[in-house]
């Protein structure tokens, strides 16, 4: 009985132990794949086209959620990019993006995608 006891307790030591090395891990990682992010903080230059609308340039790594293709960027913040083509080759690698901003929606409308540096 003892020594069910005491294997018992070793189980349950790993597990609290795996799961508080996940939440530490999530919460170091951030949320890459939620999350309702604005545009501030991103922005390296601003050109106001519309009330709507302002092209934007911005620096991340791309990450894939399902279909979707997702700009993360250093402070965690995150953009769905409505073209999938043009960003499924940037996949896990840092990136400057031009694009227009929908504020409403965190989507970036592409006009330019490169790797950074290119």
Known sequence: MKKLMNSLKHELSLFAAAT???????????S???????AAGTVFANT????QLHTEIFRGTVVRNGTQFLLRDSSG????????LQAQSYVGKT???TGQIDAATDVIRLQRIAAHGA
């Open 32 to 38: 890459p794949f939620v999350g309702n992010a604005s």
């Open 77 to 84: 913040q995150v953009f769905r990019l409505d073209n999938a």
């Open 95 to 97: 990136v400057t993006v």
């Open 48 to 51: 106001n086209t519309s009330a």
């Open 20 to 30: 508080l090395f996940v939440v530490v891990c999530a919460l170091a990682w951030g």
